[in-house]
């Protein structure tokens, strides 16, 4: 069996690249080494993926379903052995909607290309996140991304109201409902949503737009303790009254870290407070929103919820701040970081935090610990550095105490990031036994071969 001549049979040799060829792509923005695959398939439409799937599982070939490779689990790894297939060629946006204000889209469509797309409407599609330009809409399905925004727009399955999709056996089932209310029986396009490739492979999507917001307001805000960020988040969601579209925080540690050189990020207010914060308000009244914005901010800080502020006067001003914010390659200098994307309580929040740092010392020795996410959605990423050479030999300690004493905090292991290869290890502390089950379940009933994305998730 020649698995690169039998799928060139089926969708054309320029489609298919063999081993060789598989070998000189790069595995991703996160990844040092290159893919590797018995061959990389590249359909352009539903059909050819049908095909593609109809013949691995008549011949038993496991299959692993890429985007734009900017995963931090190890969700899209492939084998020797084993198909890619790579959305790269299905970058349709085959309508939008302005009247339904919905977008119909294949599932390699990055993106910053839809958000571009549907500026010319004055629409919006809301879910953002740094790798924007790379990340695709199918991939950010598969993993129900979050990113920026959910504290005013949700998760990537808030915004996806129809869907195809291809089975392990070639079926298509294609559910591409415009509507954002039907309740006609089980929603199907949930169980494909965050199941990073393991139940069938996203093709095409018809999301959900907004109305393109015409002001924004934002401020980067200094604080002197824990109690005060968590008011901060719940005065100013009441003060801008539905407006707030982004809480992200920031420990002193990386708040230094993105405004001091090597990093090309000035620090728009002073580096000697223990937390930041990054507020941003969209609305529609320029004269309005910017009163109501400077009202809040005065009243906090008139309150003594904040000691500190810059807030922006153009868009230039908000730009600088999201660099600041997205600049999370900066934990790269240095020493070689292990990334984790974790969900808790906001109460609960200081007390993990400072269990970390009384407790990383100790087990892992010298290292750097950074902190920072969406605190208004509950979510906080996590980078501990170490040094290269201690890398494989640290990696495991510190899961454990990253991972750990999330179980006490009712805490989830993955906030937006997904479970891959990486978090399979500890599903458990999130998930409970009679869920895990259910899940396996669901694997047996949609892929009884175990061919699509074998060994991640489960």
Known sequence: MNVVESLRALIGEKAVLDAADVATRSAGVWRPDNLQAAALARPANTDEVAQIMRWCHANKVAVVTQGGLTGLVHGSDAAPEQVIVSMERMRGIEEINPQQRTATVEAGVTLQALQEAVEEHQLMFPLDLGARGTATLGGNAATNAGGNRVIRYGMMRDMVLGMEAVLADGTVVSSMNHLIKNNAGYDLKQLFMGSEGTLGIITRLVLRLREQPVTRNMAFVGLDNFDHLASFLRHMDRALGGTLSAFEVMWQDFYRLVTTPPAKGNPPIAQDYPYYALVESQGADLELDTLRFNNAMESAYESGLIVDAAISQSET??????????????????????????????????????????????????????????????NLHVAVQVKPEDYLRLRPIVEQQVYSPLAAFQGSVSAEHGIGLEKKPYLHISRSETEIALMRNLKTALDPQGILNPGKIL
């Open 317 to 378: 001003d908000c730009h600088h701040f999201w660099e600041l914010r997205d600049d999370v390659e900066q934990v790269m200098h240095g020493g070689l970081p292990i990334i984790f994307d974790i969900s808790l309580p906001v109460e609960e929040m200081e007390k993990y935090s400072a269990g970390l740092q009384d407790n990383l010392p100790a087990a892992i020795g010298e290292h750097k610990l950074y902190i920072f996410g969406h605190l208004g959605d509950g």
